[in-house]
Antibody, heavy 118, light 107 residues
Framework: QVQLQESGPGLVKPSQTLSLTCTVSGGSIRNGDYYWSWIRQPPGKVLEWIGNIYFIGNTNYNPSLRSRLTISIDTSKNQFSLNLTSVTAADTAIYYC??????????WGKGATVTVSS | DIQVTQSPSSLSASVGDGVTISCRTGQPIDSYLHWYQQKPGEAPKLLIDGASNLQSGVPSRFSGRGSGTDFTLTITSLQPEDFAMYFCQQTFDIPYTFGQGTKLEIK
């Protein structure tokens, strides 16, 4: 049973970089059937797809975040990561990592709450 | 971006009732439409992929239909555990986009 777990700071100062890691257990991140995604949910707002990555490093990003976003993967650690630079209060959200199969997210992490505040 | 308009935004129903939630997309997306259920404090759970494919373990009272721009999620004979938020998502084009959500409440 594949499980995903987000980790990282819960509080980030404005203008700094938000960094989160998703650790995959119970399966290999090298499985070519899947992409690995980040999705966020601001308080009381709609889910927003951030981007995804394939095990060989191919990425797809939401154009609205592309200039600030990097998603990377470390197959040796079975982890993938999110870096979002120059954050503002608008980046406050619950951040989920997920496994994508044929486009949809079939396994999700529990979510990490990130607050942007000084 | 492909707009996804979900309706209604909220819905009240009783245990045993049937309900239907709709999603309409701004352009045709074939069957690249998926449905999720989210309960408070939990991550979304995939219910249906490809507009109509029920995920393993999801009760058969859930069903999805549609293709192109118009899609529906139907829940027959509501059970207490079905009262939750429901979201649709299109994955026809990047960026993937979600509907605004439907809050299904007990009447």
């Amino acid at each position: 049973q594949v499980q995903l777990q987000e980790s990282g700071p819960g509080l980030v100062k404005p203008s700094q970089t938000l960094s989160l890691t998703c650790t995959v257990s119970g399966g290999s991140i090298r499985n070519g059937d899947y992409y690995w995604s980040w999705i966020r949910q601001p308080p009381g707002k709609v889910l927003e797809w951030i981007g995804n990555i394939y095990f060989i490093g191919n990425t797809n990003y939401n154009p609205s975040l592309r200039s600030r976003l990097t998603i990377s993967i470390d197959t040796s650690k079975n982890q993938f990561s999110l870096n979002l630079t120059s954050v503002t209060a608008a980046d406050t959200a619950i951040y989920y990592c997920a496994r994508d199969f044929a486009g949809c997210s079939d396994v999700w992490g529990k979510g990490a709450t990130v607050t942007v505040s000084s | 971006d492909i707009q996804v308009t979900q309706s209604p935004s909220s819905l009240s129903a009783s245990v045993g009732d049937g309900v239907t939630i709709s999603c309409r997309t701004g352009q045709p997306i074939d069957s690249y439409l998926h449905w999720y259920q989210q309960k408070p404090g939990e991550a979304p759970k995939l219910l249906i992929d490809g507009a109509s494919n029920l995920q393993s373990g999801v009760p058969s009272r859930f069903s999805g239909r549609g293709s192109g721009t118009d899609f529906t999620l139907t829940i027959t004979s509501l059970q207490p555990e079905d009262f939750a938020m429901y979201f649709c998502q299109q994955t026809f084009d990047i960026p993937y986009t979600f509907g605004q959500g439907t809050k299904l409440e007990i009447k």
